[in-house]
Nanobody, 117 residues
Framework: QVRLVESRGGLVQAGGSLRLSCAASGTFFSRNTMGWYRRAPGKQHELVAS???????NYADFVKGRFTISRDNANTTMYLQMNSLKPEDTAVYYCNLRISSYGYSYWGQGTQVTVSS
């Protein structure tokens, strides 16, 4: 069983920064992709950024240049450094671990990020 535990989000003013983390535990394949998704009120679930076990990153256009995704050396903890936050970044952020070759996908419980104007 894979468990993903996200750090607590928080309330930050526009222009501020916040760092999220996601710790993965359990047994899972080393070849995987971890990512952050978000769901804002009234909007669809959307990919924010992802990173493979090899460190290849992918960012949504709306966060490029502002957010940075990373993983620790053990590849069990993922981070999202969010800078220059905007009110439209307000959402519940979810951690995901995907093992594409087997079609497995695991989700964290979500953490609220609120950016005030």
């Amino acid at each position: 069983q894979v468990r993903l535990v996200e750090s607590r989000g928080g309330l930050v003013q526009a222009g501020g920064s916040l760092r999220l983390s996601c710790a993965a535990s359990g047994t899972f394949f080393s070849r995987n992709t971890m990512g952050w998704y978000r769901r804002a009120p009234g909007k669809q679930h959307e990919l924010v950024a992802s990173i493979t076990d090899g460190g290849i990153t992918n960012y949504a256009d709306f966060v490029k240049g502002r957010f940075t995704i990373s993983r620790d050396n053990a590849n069990t903890t993922m981070y999202l450094q969010m800078n220059s936050l905007k009110p439209e970044d307000t959402a519940v952020y979810y951690c995901n671990l995907r093992i594409s070759s087997y079609g497995y996908s695991y989700w964290g419980q979500g953490t609220q990020v609120t950016v005030s104007s």
